[in-house]
């Protein structure tokens, strides 16, 4: 006769945490100059409500992340573009981890745009292996305001 596995409760509550996420579509968002920092379904663009249980499920757990970086500018004909680039790390990072693998990108990507042209600049990141098209990416910048930043000085 086999033998049951023990019960693992912190793989169950793991599961369920990852399982909460995927279903919800959660992304972390930073939005700069503001510092605007959030958690939105990228789905379909509407805010998540700050809560203790997604807040741990996307920081207590070590997660596979994607991260698409952009920097928003308006030429001087008034012409809106962006400077974008995903980065999937390899391995699995904490959410208080992920500011070490962020920064170097960001802040190259943040250079080579143009200074006098530049609106803002920020980041989502996914907790999970999910590549955003750059429709999707625009589309969750706007909801959360992105165009309407101060430039930054």
């Given at each position: 006769?086999?033998?049951r596995k023990p019960n693992n409760m912190r793989a169950r509550f793991e599961r369920s945490c990852r399982a909460l996420l995927s279903t919800n579509h959660?992304?972390?968002v930073n939005i700069d100059p503001s510092g605007r920092q959030g958690m939105i379904n990228w789905k379909n663009c509407k805010n998540i409500p700050p809560g203790q249980r997604i807040a741990d499920a996307v920081c207590d757990f070590a997660h596979r992340w994607t991260i698409y970086l952009s920097v928003q500018c308006r030429d001087q004909w008034g012409h809106r573009?962006?400077?974008s680039v995903?980065?999937?790390p390899q391995g699995n990072y904490l959410a208080a981890h992920l500011e070490d693998v962020i920064e170097e990108t960001y802040k190259d990507?943040?250079?080579e745009s143009n200074p006098n042209h530049r609106i803002a600049s920020g980041?989502?990141?996914?907790p999970a292996e999910v590549s955003l098209t750059e429709e999707q990416a625009a589309r969750v910048f706007d909801a959360v305001g992105v165009w309407s930043q101060?430039?930054?000085a």
């Open positions: 006769m086999s033998r959660v992304a972390v573009y962006t400077k995903e980065v999937a990507l943040v250079a980041w989502i990141a996914i101060q430039k930054a």
